[in-house]
């Protein structure tokens, strides 16, 4: 067992390429073929990170199910080739990490893969001072921002889009 980020034993972390330790109780969220967990380094607790865990066995019951929804809809598509699909979409989701830095958007860390697993190790996004994940949750809670924020979080946004079209992306 290695110990948690708050000191205490945890019987469901992971130590990757023994320096990142990822919690596995600790869901942060996930997506169509990815769970993303709380990590740290395993010398520093204090640094945590967000880990995507892409499970290959699940990769490939993902790639299972978008071959029978492309024989339902006449798209006919070889296993391989969608397997190669996604994996190319990972690749490049690595890749535009190491080439991407902005504030506004959530910064690449390191990249590893075990036989089970693909492990994408990213900043994870502080909270607002107002303890609010994104921004829908905060105008979920506080109502329509006031016009001030709503400009700083306008050009915030304007200003990563900007690079991320500058990046062909």
Not at 10 to 29: A, C, E, Y
Not at 125 to 136: D, G, I, M, Y
């Amino acid at each position: 067992d290695i110990e948690s980020a708050d000191g205490s034993e945890s019987k469901n972390t992971k130590l990757i390429d023994s320096k990142f330790v990822v919690d596995m109780n600790q869901r942060l969220g996930g997506g169509s073929y990815s769970q993303v967990y709380t990590s740290w380094l395993r010398n520093n607790p204090t640094q945590q990170f967000a880990c995507k865990v892409i499970s290959k066995k699940d990769l490939d019951l993902q790639v299972t199910s978008i071959q029978i929804d492309l024989q339902e809809s006449r798209q006919i598509g070889g296993e391989n080739e969608i397997k190669q699909y996604i994996i190319k979409r990972i690749k490049t989701e690595v890749e535009i990490g190491h080439k991407i830095k902005h504030p506004n958007i959530v910064q690449f860390v390191y990249f590893t893969e075990t036989g089970s697993n693909i492990y994408i190790f990213m900043e994870n996004a502080k909270r607002t001072s107002l303890q609010f994940s994104n921004l829908e949750e905060l105008i979920k809670h506080q109502g329509p921002l006031p016009e001030q924020q709503a400009l700083i979080v306008f050009r915030d946004i304007v200003n990563a889009a900007c690079l991320l079209y500058d990046h062909n992306i």
